[in-house]
């Protein structure tokens, strides 16, 4: 099974970016789609985009277009998103998750990154 | 967009009594592949959610037998027989059928 490990939390300014990183174990890296979902504090699941590596297609939530960038180093076995012009209520933990098309669903999730955006 | 709603909200529930999760569509989740492409996803506090059922009603790897996934179209139902300990956390579903991916609100079931 896909073992995803995450960066570590980070603490943003309102106005700047971040990066989390997602590193996968096990499996082909790039055969699956990894999505990104976020979970602000106390609060429900909200997807945010995805990539297929192996095809470079990317999909972002409308939410979050103009926003967020998500890439992967197929070399590297990593997956990456980037999420600008930060707020306060982009503060969340940001998990990264394999998709798995013949189930249609997440099979395999990171840890969870916390972003928190404070002045 | 396609709504999902999760009744009850908050499941109180008694240890070793079963329980029951709905979650209603606001159009129908089936695919033109003919998948239904719903699934429910159990978060423990603390923890990353995880899977436990996929396409309605088919259990993932090392999911307990207690838990079982029903329904068709809008309306589906995640049912644990008997409720364990360890059972303890929020619950969502999640439709994939229609772009964007999407989740419930969560059901959070707890012990009395």
């Known amino acids: 099974q896909v073992q995803l490990v995450q960066s570590g939390a980070e603490v943003k300014k309102p106005g700047s970016s971040v990066q989390v990183s997602c590193k996968a174990s096990?499996?082909?890296?790039?055969?699956?789609?990894i999505s990104w979902v976020r979970q602000a504090p106390g609060q429900g699941l909200e997807w945010v985009g995805r990539i297929i590596p192996t095809l470079g297609v990317v999909n972002y939530a409308q939410k979050f277009q103009g926003r967020v960038t998500i890439t992967a180093d197929r070399s590297a076995s990593t997956a990456y998103m980037d999420l600008s012009s930060l707020r306060s209520e982009d503060t969340a933990l940001y998990y990264c998750?394999?998709?798995?098309?013949?189930?249609?669903?997440?099979?395999?999730w990171g840890q969870g990154t916390l972003v928190t955006v404070s002045s | 967009d396609i709504v999902l709603t999760q009744t009850p909200l908050s499941s109180p529930v008694t240890l070793g009594q079963p329980a029951s999760i709905s979650c209603r569509s606001s159009q129908s989740l089936v695919h033109g592949d003919g998948n239904t492409y719903l699934s429910w996803l159990q978060q423990r506090p603390g923890q990353p959610p995880r899977l436990l059922i996929y396409k309605i009603s088919n259990r993932f790897s090392g999911v307990p037998d207690r838990f079982s996934g029903s329904g068709a179209g809008t309306d589906f139902t995640l049912k644990i027989s008997r409720v364990e300990a360890e059972d303890v956390g929020i619950y969502y579903c999640?439709?994939?059928?229609?772009?964007?991916?999407?989740f419930g609100q969560g059901t959070k079931l707890e012990i009395k």
């Open positions: 096990g499996g082909t890296f790039g055969t699956y789609s």
């Open positions: 999640m439709q994939a059928t229609q772009f964007p991916p999407l």
């Open positions: 998750a394999r998709d798995d098309n013949a189930m249609g669903t997440t099979d395999s």
